[in-house]
């Protein structure tokens, strides 16, 4: 029997999978049957590039469901009241000082489900977000990266 992978999600990531299934539930699955339809209308199938294309779509529709579903049942919420805030853990809002040139960035550390480096969510399994993953304030991780290693200084954990 194979084990299920849990799925870290704050209350808010879940509700987005949560509404992104409903859609592809309802509006994704119902505009592939309509296109479906008109494409298997149109005649022989064996030459029907939008048929083969429809379907192609089918199965991404359907194999996206599963995938949702599936993150849901794994799912592990993320109570980020209860963190505890000395250490850096999934949840914890993160602000990081690059060494030696000073510049700072602010992370919310998330599952990797719904990370989004552009708004500011990284990855517990990301190369920035694993090394602060159980480290103080103040502490110095070293994070590897194509150019060579950077260091970063915790400044504060939320």
């Not at 719904?114 to 500011?120: A, C, M, V």
């Not at 399994?125 to 103080?136: D, H, Q, Y």
Request: glycine fraction near 6%; aromatic fraction near 4%.
């Amino acid at each position: 029997m194979t084990q299920k992978k849990e799925v870290l999600l704050t209350e808010e990531g879940l509700q987005k999978i949560k509404e992104e299934l409903d859609t592809f539930k309802t509006k994704r699955r119902q505009e592939v049957a309509n296109r479906l339809k008109e494409a298997i209308a149109q005649g022989d199938l064996s030459e029907n590039a939008e048929y083969d294309a429809a379907k192609e779509e089918q199965a991404f529709v359907e194999s996206r469901i599963v995938t949702l579903e599936n993150m849901i049942r794994n799912a592990k919420i993320i109570d980020q009241d209860s963190q505890n805030k000395n250490f850096v853990s999934v949840g914890a809002k993160v602000t990081i000082q690059e060494i030696p040139d000073g510049e700072e960035e602010t992370y919310t550390i998330v599952g990797s489900a719904e990370s989004d480096p552009l708004s500011g969510k990284i990855s517990n399994e990301s190369p920035i977000g694993a090394e602060l993953i159980g480290k103080k304030e103040g502490e110095i991780i070293k994070v590897p990266a194509p150019s060579g290693t950077i260091e970063f200084k915790i400044v504060s954990i939320n």
